[in-house]
């Protein structure tokens, strides 16, 4: 089956951009997503990507896509305390259900 | 805020017990899903469902069973509980429109432990 791959853990100072890397393997995908899941709760989703954009920004949040080398990576400006949680990358293929990387743990440090 | 409820919150039962998960929308989704969540992070699909009557088995062989008798409610049914099952459920509905990206919205999530 397909599969999304990120790295387990960064840690970064206040204040400093945070960049978290996804790669996939689905060549067909259609939308690329982040999503952010704090401790005791559910995921909440941060931004997403059409397969045909190159770059989006929301805020402190960019989003860059690589599909040729199906690379996804999610930059947070001036990075702060709240910002600390897990960070989900998910892949999806026309209707079918979301897949997800393992998600990676961003810890910034005061 | 998402209007998605999973109850309980919390559950310690013994080994062999039959248990319901339950999960609730308000927002008319005809998509919702049941992922296992590992203590290490890693979120696997165990079943979904696209509308009244439509259950599917996703990606993680699971001994639990789901139904979808109503648009709102899908809940998740253990018929014996084993300490394997030991882990934090998380319900999520969606309503995927044309030309956007499917959000999910995800419940608080039910920690089950199973002695």
């Keep these: ?110 | 805020e998402a209007d998605i409820y999973q109850t309980p919150r919390y559950l310690v039962i013994g080994t062999g017990k039959k248990i319901t998960l339950e999960c609730s929308q308000t927002m008319g989704h005809d998509k919702m899903y049941w992922y296992q969540q590992d203590p290490g992070m890693e979120l696997h699909l165990i079943h979904y469902s696209y509308g009244v009557n439509s259950t599917e088995k996703g990606d993680l062989s699971s001994e639990s069973t789901v139904s979808r008798i109503r648009t709102e409610h899908f809940p998740l049914t253990l018929e014996s509980a084993r300490p394997s099952h030991t882990s934090q459920y998380l319900c999520a509905s969606s309503d995927q429109g044309t030309g956007r990206g499917e959000t999910q919205y995800f419940g608080p999530g039910t920690r089950l432990t199973v002695l």
């Excluded at chain 1, 206040?14 to 559910?42: F, R």
């Excluded at chain 1, 045909?52 to 690379?71: E, S």
């Excluded at chain 1, 999610?74 to 897949?99: H, K, M, W």
Aim: include cysteine.
């Design chain 1, 1 to 110: 089956g397909e599969d999304v791959e990120q790295s387990l853990f960064l840690s970064v100072r206040e204040g400093d951009s945070s960049v978290i890397n996804c790669t996939y393997t689905d060549s067909s995908s259609t939308y690329l997503y982040w999503y952010k899941q704090e401790p005791g709760a559910g995921l909440q989703l941060l931004t997403y990507i059409f397969s045909n954009m190159d770059m989006k920004q929301d805020q402190r949040l960019t989003v860059l896509l690589n599909k040729k080398d199906k690379h996804l990576s999610l930059r947070i400006a001036d990075t702060q305390t709240g910002d600390s949680a897990i960070y989900f990358c998910a892949e999806q293929n026309g209707n079918t259900p979301l897949v997800f990387g393992k998600g990676t743990r961003l810890s910034v440090i005061a």
